[in-house]
């Protein structure tokens, strides 16, 4: 089992930034790959930014590429989304996911994740 705690969410103008923290624990924090999604209301669950559990690897989604930052604390057992230049279609509920993994691989699908944090609100305002 791994457990996930989110921090970071909240109200911001547009053009601001925020940093989403996912505390993880349960496991050991090499073994396992991380990921942020967001929810829109009335949307799907969509990938935000991965990495792989060594953090060799990472990926962005097209929409916030050059604008978030995906990074591991291997000592704090944490992973962070820095997310810079907010818009406010970036207003969503977003989540920290996890899985554990054998290679240093990338996961970007919801059905590539086995743990999800609660959930942390950012709202962007124009």
């Known amino acids: 089992q791994v457990q996930l705690v989110e921090s970071g969410g909240g109200l911001v103008q547009a053009g601001g930034s925020l940093r989403l923290s996912c505390a993880a624990s349960?496991?050991?924090?090499?073994?396992?790959?991380t990921g942020w999604f967001r929810q829109a209301p009335g949307k799907e669950r969509d990938i935000v930014a991965a990495?792989?559990?060594?953090?060799?690897?990472?990926y962005y989604a097209d929409s916030v590429k050059g604008r978030f930052t995906i990074s591991r604390d291997s000592a704090k057992n944490t992973v962070y989304l820095q997310m810079n230049s907010l818009k406010p279609e970036d207003t969503a509920v977003y989540y920290c996911?996890?899985?554990?993994?054998?290679?240093?691989?990338?996961?970007?699908?919801?059905?590539?994740?086995?743990?999800w944090g609660q959930g942390t609100q950012v709202t962007v305002s124009s």
């Open positions: 990495t792989s559990r060594r953090g060799s690897f990472t």
């Open positions: 349960g496991r050991t924090f090499s073994s396992i790959a």
């Open positions: 996911a996890a899985r554990p993994a054998d290679s240093d691989n990338l996961y970007i699908g919801t059905y590539d994740y086995n743990y």
